[in-house]
């Protein structure tokens, strides 16, 4: 405020000449200056997105001050006024699109990473959209065909349209934000509407040919620049709500400002066919650049749908992932194990076709169950339940290898589909789950709450008979994989069982003469858990 109190005080005692016109001048750059320093400190003070938008308020200032800069030169260096429709004037109006362009990405929420990806391109085709109107409508005046009438209506109302876009955001952030942003942006916007009016004034005093630099015209301007730099000094310590909000509001109002943009390209271009009042030369310019702007956007519209089409594949690749998916163990679920078994048994069958290696060729099926679970759920509640499951998933996923399946098979049981493997060395594989479910306790919840748990194995071999492979389906083979699980479970648990045919030479210590209630014949495997003993 010294500054702009050092102004007024120029103003009422000093005379119009070269002293009143470089303290104006000077205090303009410097007030200029502190809200660019402002802005760009809290810009260094963030990171990431929140620091593109203060980086993005402080370059505009840039623009700004650049601006004032070539005034200086002219008023104190040059010493002559500067001239009207001069090119510098671009500056002071693409001074608000950055600014507009830091507040789009909406600090104040967290943002999803399809908006970052896809909204920034409808963002880029508002702001070639912007600069085209500058050229249709200002650069043809200003070069072409000079005209100074013309050239200062249209640059008039292409300024307010600026300041009342800027305005509109800030007002809709207000009423939609709350807390500390809130507050913020109630003061973002009413400084946004006293510089609005200030310049507005100023402008049309230039206009008028009623203004020199150092007349009363400064103070208010000045005075903006000052309330500007309060207002980046109050959004220190700002930082993004911690919700992520629903983009699909914002998202579809953004895309169909930049489609209403496009679709305006045709008319704009039809005005200029029809305009009364531009020569040829005109009229072609704005052809041609209505057409170079076309061309861009459709560049623009081609990258966003290729953008959209990769969010959707992805969108649509995690949604399947989900689907086959369990939510709570993180394991695959019974739809994936519908969506893979073909393709596994038909490589089974093309492999004993081949005669491929028989250590490599055989599907085992194993089902999991633990043992005494309710008593979890009625004894610690269903939290610790879930707990153990989610547990005994990891310790059973940490037992297969990368080619086998971990299936959440439904409540506590589990299934391994065990690929490109050896029925003969079935056992090894459930004496691993076995001791990886029994020998260390499981965590409830509670500090130093635990509880040693243990699971019953049923498995079976896909295909059944190796010399005809195709006799007995794979949900047979499934039937009997859950019929060794029930054999587990009766036979004292915490034990394996496996299902396999008979073979009457068979001298293996681990057969069991069990009857099975399956109407294939079998022979029934069984191994033992780790004891008491063992824990």
Known sequence: MFFTAALMVACAILPRGLARIAISDIVCALLMCSALLAFAQNGFASKGRFRVFWMLQAAGWGLWLSDQVVWIIWDLVLQKKMPAMYPADILLLLAGVPMLAGLLLRPHLQPSESTARVGILDFLLLMLWWLYLYVFFIICWQYLSPNQAFYDHNWDWLSVASFLALASVLAVFWRTSSGAWRTFYARFCAVAVFNGIAFYILNQAI?????????????????????????????????????T??????????????????????????????????????????????????????????????????ELKRTNSVLQEASLTDPLTGVRNRRYLSASIKADISQTLRSYANSHDPRTRDLVFYLIDADNFKEINDRFGHDAGDRVLVEMSRRISSCVRLSDVLVRWGGEEFLIVSRYTDRRDATIL?????????????????????????????????????????????????????????????????RAVGMAPPHRTSSSPATLDTPCSSQVPVEILAIAGPTQSTR
């Open 207 to 243: 206009e008028r040919d009623v203004y020199f630099t150092g007349s009363w015209y400064d103070i208010p301007y000045a005075a903006s620049f000052a309330a500007f730099t309060a207002v980046a000094l109050s959004g220190r310590g700002l930082s993004p709500a911690d919700e």
């Open 245 to 310: 909000r629903s983009d699909s509001a914002y998202g579809s109002w953004l895309a169909t400002a930049a489609m209403v943009a496009v679709l305006s390209l045709p008319v704009m271009a039809l005005s200029a066919l029809l305009s009364s009042d531009a020569s040829p030369q005109v009229e072609r310019f704005r052809i041609i650049a209505t057409l170079a702007t076309m061309f861009l956007m459709a560049l623009l519209i081609f990258v966003k749908h290729h953008r959209l089409n990769q």
């Open 430 to 494: 459930a004496a691993r789950v076995l001791a990886a479910v029994a020998d260390t306790p499981f965590a409830l919840g509670q500090p130093g709450e635990t509880i040693f748990r243990t699971c019953s194995i049923g498995w079976a071999a896909f295909p059944w008979l190796t010399n005809d492979p195709e006799a007995i389906d794979y949900e047979e083979v499934l039937n009997l994989a859950d019929q060794g699980l029930r054999q587990a479970k009766q036979s004292g648990k915490n």
